[in-house]
């Protein structure tokens, strides 16, 4: 079974950072991908940012040079750096890991708020 246990959401002000942490376990290929994914009130989960264990990123044009994502230590950690915030990155934000490259067995967090007041 694998387990995502995310952690840093909070309130900011417009311009503000915050950093968001993932940690995962259980059975998880050394050939991942892990990511975030938000969802506003009203509106459907969309990407933010991936990250492979090649280090391979994509990220989502609104966030472009905003945000960072890295994976960290120990194994199976991925952070997101989030610079600049601006209030329409208001969401629930979900950690993400497809466990191998190979398939497509996903698992997601139970999420985490970030408010950002303008």
């Known amino acids: 079974q694998v387990q995502l246990v995310e952690s840093g959401g909070g309130l900011v002000q417009a311009g503000g950072t915050l950093r968001l942490s993932c940690a995962a376990s259980?059975?998880?290929?050394?050939?991942?991908?892990m990511g975030w994914y938000r969802q506003a009130p009203g509106k459907q989960r969309e990407l933010v940012a991936t990250i492979s264990s090649d280090g391979v990123t994509n990220y989502a044009d609104s966030v472009k040079g905003r945000f960072t994502i890295s994976m960290g230590n120990p194994k199976n950690t991925v952070y997101l750096q989030m610079n600049s915030l601006k209030s329409e990155d208001t969401a629930v934000y979900y950690c993400y890991v497809r466990i191998s490259w190979f398939t497509s067995n996903d698992y997601w967090g139970q999420g985490t708020q970030v408010t950002v007041s303008s």
């Open positions: 259980g059975t998880i290929s050394s050939r991942n991908v």
